[in-house]
């Protein structure tokens, strides 16, 4: 069974006008002209292109050919015309070449023009693995940036370090809290810290002359962050709040907390 689609991407109509498809290929697209109006408009754009290529590409004759028919026509009407077939054959031969011509510059340009679609299809993978390389390079980038920055927090000679461990409520909780007030920074490592679920997220806070501020929520998928520095805390206190956080602190869900010197 012959359909649209396989008939126009396989060149089956360039075979068709080349005279290179048997007898029931060559039925099968005649009901396909027939009943298909876009293949049928196709199939005229190419006779055409046909045509144009073999008039572009055409041989001139020799002017033996031209002499003769000259001759032919002007002939007294009583005598017989003779015609040199040895020039019509080589008329023939000549028309024949231009055909061939014709054919293989089509077929070549059919070539081609698949061959640039698979250049335009690799140039675009190439790019896109190019942007998304570009991409990871720049997240590694940023990833180093962060961990250098707080390793530095952490290496720095007038950072203290403060051990928070969990209550009844998470005897296994467990976390390392560095606070330089110098550099104004906070990182804290969450390693130990007990998973939750997704509807709760823990949370920091800061105790300023008893009012609990908000130090940022803590992520689920990093074992070192930095938090807001809060100045004048007095303690930092970890709560379970609802995932995103929470604007006051759910202070039956405290977990840990430590006084700051």
Not at 230 to 254: F, Q
Request: hydrophobic content about 40%.
């Amino acid at each position: 069974m012959m359909d649209k689609k396989t008939l126009l991407e396989n060149g089956l109509l360039e075979q068709y006008l080349l005279g290179e498809l048997n007898v029931n290929e060559c039925e099968l697209i005649e009901q396909l002209l027939a009943s298909d109006t876009e293949i049928k408009a196709h199939f005229d754009q190419l006779e055409q292109d046909f045509e144009t290529i073999g008039l572009e590409n055409a041989i001139t004759p020799p002017a033996l050919v031209k002499t003769q028919l000259i001759k032919n026509i002007t002939a007294p009407t009583n005598e017989t015309k003779v015609v040199d077939l040895k020039a019509n054959n080589s008329s023939k031969i000549y028309l024949g070449i231009a055909a061939s011509i014709a054919a293989l510059l089509l077929v070549g340009s059919f070539w081609m023009y698949n061959q640039l679609n698979d250049v335009k299809q690799q140039l675009q993978t190439v790019e896109s693995e190019k942007i998304e390389l570009n991409s990871t390079i720049e997240n590694l980038n940023k990833q180093l940036k962060d961990k250098t920055t707080l390793y530095a927090v952490i290496a720095h000679p007038e950072t203290d370090k403060y051990i928070l461990n969990g209550n009844d409520l998470s005897p296994k909780a467990k976390v390392i809290g560095y606070i330089n007030h110098d550099t104004k920074s906070v990182v804290i490592n969450t390693e130990r810290l007990p998973d939750l679920d997704n509807e709760h997220d823990y949370q920091m806070w800061a105790d300023v002359e008893g009012e609990m501020i908000n130090m940022g929520v803590i992520s689920k998928n990093q074992n070192l962050m930095a938090m807001n520095y809060i100045d004048h805390a007095e303690s930092l206190n970890i709560t379970i709040e609802p995932s995103g956080g929470n604007n006051h602190p759910t202070v039956e869900k405290l977990v840990t907390n430590v006084y700051l010197k």
